[in-house]
């Protein structure tokens, strides 16, 4: 496999006021397309620190990604680096001038001011990406038979240029070997489990087939990755091995592809024309979100409360009062009745309520924190989950949607 | 400054099946009490790749933070690999072995297996850090006089370990020197504006103190961080500078800490016992989640409707018809009626309405992708919103999210 390495500049990177979400992205994107990542760094905005940086990672790999360091304030320093590092100098590039007018004029609105035109500079040695979404321009520099790619750190600009421009340069330039994943969702069994069930399985994989143990919030993921010169070769022993697979684990399969149980979710009930609703207290809109930040949720999707207080569990829900009295917030009964009062409300084929104890606080000896209960309901049946998590809050809060999207699979695999 | 490195283990990170939220919080610690990150690597889970990168970091910092590579698969090479570096052998440490015991009898509830023994042993040359989240300890050693410390990949038990045991160890070890850090957010100008408008405030500046450029989602984070020896010196002039700098950008001021809006919200809400509902359409639950993530926000949220449908607008927020049809469901009117309704449903003193086109699809010529409408309202008054947003779905909902947040201070400053 050729190798990659991925460079992010940035002092907010070494602050840790930003959480690196570029290189996932990056990293993705080279993976799918036949590259392997080897490193990947972030360094300060500093020219001797890039500097070093690229030195170093173009020993290793022959294709260099950086992100970050283009922005407009002064602290910016990687474009003079460039020049430096790759021989030339800083010229106003004319395309990248026109795109950076076009957006002033008619986006923002606003005249440009020098900082904004020195935007459009870019070293004479380079060739340019054009920026759809922003006024930095990526650049391509060649240097020794290794392919540097610097772009801008702004996700949405960033992940344009990489997906219209880089990957295809790349393949253009370093004609990969096929490689292929296939991945497995599983829930409800360890990592240490599922390992000790594959000890055979593994040591009979072909050397060119690789198996990925990634675990998450309680689910865990199997990823075969396979990578070889035969494409056909590669195609049949990964199927084969992916239907081994599939068969070993098959009391814990929840899905066959990489997608996220909100994607499962969204495609079962948009292929049956099935709507949805939910009513969730501990979870906080959190499941909803997980939903609607899928294009096109609207055409199942009716919609949710988020019914913090027993008063809005009574007056939207009609939770019963002896319901609440009798049981509690945080009670089968309870989710059970949010479930059903959502399909009413809602008008919707199926519900889905979650009712916890999120913590630090609000845990008593009978009902500790971490106590949450689920239901999952259409207009025939429903499904009960209790569970009983142990990490802080916001753990608590995904898993807690999780565990109440495949309750919600479940139901409708019935 | 004394530096520290990074050392992020594991396959999943270079693949980018995992986004690294770790290394943001080791740097956030080891910033916050006196040390500066110089450099972060992801490294593969390759016995090479991980040697490499220990012997590289310890070049150039004193402080080595490993996280990863530690679990109980058999793709895991970390612990051989630190025997073979810090020179000694693997042995089962007893006080790890007894809360691996200890965890699976009350808390998974399985009998133990020879690979969970494993999760206790450690190289005979480390002392081990208690991990009191799950089975893998942490571990540190000492070579030349830097000091390594490797810590288990899951946040929840980094976080706990780095908290309550590694920052305590590094600052007796190395002492640092006192760090100082002064935050502001800004709202309604760009990096660059803000830029030309402190170049005076960032030329006079001692040489001690910097000044960072946080852009996030439309709002910026302006950050003073100074280092001196001498701490009285280092207050006044951090304060003084701190002082300057909201003077210069009073116009745009939002907050003069560097707290979330959401938790500046809370603060507002708490401190004033007023509570709060929200009404969502295009955000799909997020301004819920956010403020719901918040531990302690049951004492004012009392709830929210995420009304994805106009029919669930018009069943539980008394959305009119009529200003429906005339005006759309993305429109001022139609925010206005939300915000009120949600007073009217949840009985609380403010509330928060969003209806937008977050994309890709549903824009039309006279209502793009990006065209949003915030309401934020109490029984007195109301302030509406309209943005203009030109991002990706994800970053469109973000945006509008901190937005609404942002007009709710607003409203709650009047």
């Not at 392997?36 to 173009?58: F, K, P, Y």
């Not at 809005?312 to 949010?338: C, H, P, R, W, Y």
């Not at 009413?344 to 209960?373: C, H, N, R």
Request: proline share 3%.
């Amino acid at each position: 496999l050729i190798k990659a390495s991925i460079i992010t500049i940035g002092d907010e990177l070494l602050i840790g006021q930003v959480i690196d979400t570029n290189s996932a992205f990056i990293a993705q994107q080279l993976n799918a397309n036949g590259f392997a990542v080897n490193r990947r760094v972030a360094v300060a905005d500093e020219a001797a620190a890039i500097e070093q940086a690229l030195t170093e990672e173009a020993k290793q790999s022959k294709i260099i990604i950086i992100t970050g360091g283009l922005g407009p304030t002064a602290d910016d320093i990687t474009k003079p680096l460039l020049c430096k590092y790759f021989g030339g100098k800083l010229i106003v590039n004319q395309t990248a001038l026109e795109n950076v007018q076009y957006i002033f004029e008619h986006i923002i609105k606003r005249p440009l001011t020098e900082r904004n035109i020195k935007q459009a500079e870019v070293p004479d040695v380079c060739t340019i990406l054009q920026n759809k979404n922003g006024t930095a321009p990526g650049m391509v520099f060649f240097k020794d038979g290794v392919c540097f790619v610097s772009m801008p750190g702004v996700p949405a600009e960033m992940k344009n240029m990489m997906e219209h421009d880089v990957i295809s340069l790349l393949k253009k330039e370093f004609k990969p070997q096929p490689i292929m994943h296939r991945t497995l969702l599983l829930a409800g069994i360890g990592e240490s489990t599922v390992a000790d069930l594959l000890v055979h399985f593994e040591a009979a994989l072909p050397t060119y087939i690789k198996l990925a143990y990634l675990p998450n919030y309680g689910f865990l993921r199997l990823r075969l990755t396979g990578s070889h010169t035969n494409e056909q070769e590669l195609l049949a022993k990964i199927e084969s091995a992916f239907a081994d697979l599939q068969f070993l684990v098959k009391e814990n399969l929840v899905a066959t592809n990489d997608e996220p149980l909100e994607k499962i979710i969204f495609e079962l009930l948009d292929s049956k024309k099935l709507t949805l609703s939910t009513a969730e207290s501990c979870t906080g809109g959190f499941i909803a979100h997980l939903i609607t930040a899928q294009a096109g949720a609207s055409s199942f999707f009716e919609g949710g409360v988020v019914c913090y207080s027993n008063q809005v569990k009574k007056d939207i829900l009609q939770v019963q009062e002896t319901a609440l009295q009798q049981n509690g917030a945080v009670s089968e009964a309870v989710v059970i009745q949010m479930a059903e009062g959502a399909l009413q409300q809602f008008k919707t084929d199926y519900s889905l309520s979650v009712s916890g104890i999120m913590g630090p606080g609000g845990g008593t000896a009978e009902k500790p924190v971490g106590l949450v209960w689920i239901c999952a309901a259409n207009q025939q049946k429903h499904l009960t989950l209790k569970l009983n998590l142990r990490f802080n809050r916001e753990t608590n809060i995904k898993l807690s949607a999780m565990h109440a999207l495949n309750l919600l699979r479940t139901l409708m695999a019935q």
